[in-house]
């Protein structure tokens, strides 16, 4: 969400040393993973706020990405594209869609999960990854034909 590796990391930074300070307070050492997204969600928007910026159009550069596997450059090089047009899409979307698919796709949440960390109800989290899910596919398919 933020497209900045410097500022993720930083976010990570204060949300583990949040875990550490309040790792006795945590009630259900169940919900252990929603209680990380839930912080780092609000460190994001916290940032947000103090910047008074609603999108960084940085692109995040991952030195993983540019790594050379001799036996399939061509696949690399067509799934690089791929992840580039997917966050394209991803930037377009409203930001209530891309949170979920973010949280799902990439965060593993369940339904569940996702619902108590934002506070919607979960047919709505179910209503909306639907929604992005078909949009991504429609604007990919025309755009990978």
């Known amino acids: ?10 976010v990570v930074q204060t949300v583990f040393l949040k875990f550490y300070e309040n790792v006795d307070f945590i009630r259900d050492k169940e919900s252990t993973k ?3 997204f ?21 692109p995040v550069e991952d030195e993983e990405e540019f790594r050379v596997n001799e036996n399939s450059i061509t696949e690399d090089y ?17 930001d209530e869609q891309r949170e979920i698919y973010l949280l799902k796709e990439y ?3 369940s339904y569940k999960e996702i ?6 109800d979960e047919g709505l989290v179910k209503s ?5 899910r078909q949009k991504l596919i ?8």
């Open 115 to 120: 619902s108590d960390t934002l506070g919607i």
């Open 78 to 94: 067509e799934m690089k594209e791929i992840k580039e047009l997917l966050q394209i899409e991803l930037d377009d979307l409203p």
């Open 1 to 10: 969400m933020l497209n900045d590796k410097i500022l993720c990391e930083d």
């Open 128 to 132: 909306r990854l639907y929604k992005t």
């Open 138 to 145: 429609n604007r990919l398919s025309k755009v990978l034909k």
């Open 38 to 58: 839930t912080t780092a969600r609000n460190e994001v928007f916290s940032i947000y706020r103090k910047k008074k910026v609603r999108k960084i159009v940085h």
């Open 34 to 36: 929603s209680w990380l």
């Open 107 to 109: 965060g593993q949440l």
